[in-house]
């Protein structure tokens, strides 16, 4: 087998140097992608109690019931 010269061994470490970059700049965004999708799992649960909530509030008013009185506010006249 040729033994490298010079030249080519310091253009193997500096392709081997620009795929570690790549390597660990691609870990760091899985990382922060991971990040994203762990909020949003963890969220997931909430958001549909509230849209839940939400949806039962606007059937309440779409079927005109009094709102106001379920919830025992006082009418003043």
Do not use: P, W, Y
């Amino acid at each position: 087998m040729d033994k490298m010269t010079t030249r080519e061994e310091i253009r193997l470490q500096k392709t081997l140097d620009e795929l570690m970059d790549i390597v660990m700049e691609n870990n760091i965004m899985l990382h922060q992608i991971c990040d994203v999708i762990n909020f949003h799992h963890a969220r997931h649960h909430q958001e549909n109690e509230e849209d839940f909530i939400r949806n039962i509030l606007a059937n309440l008013l779409s079927s005109g019931v009094d709102i106001k009185g379920m919830l025992g506010s006082k009418r003043g006249g």
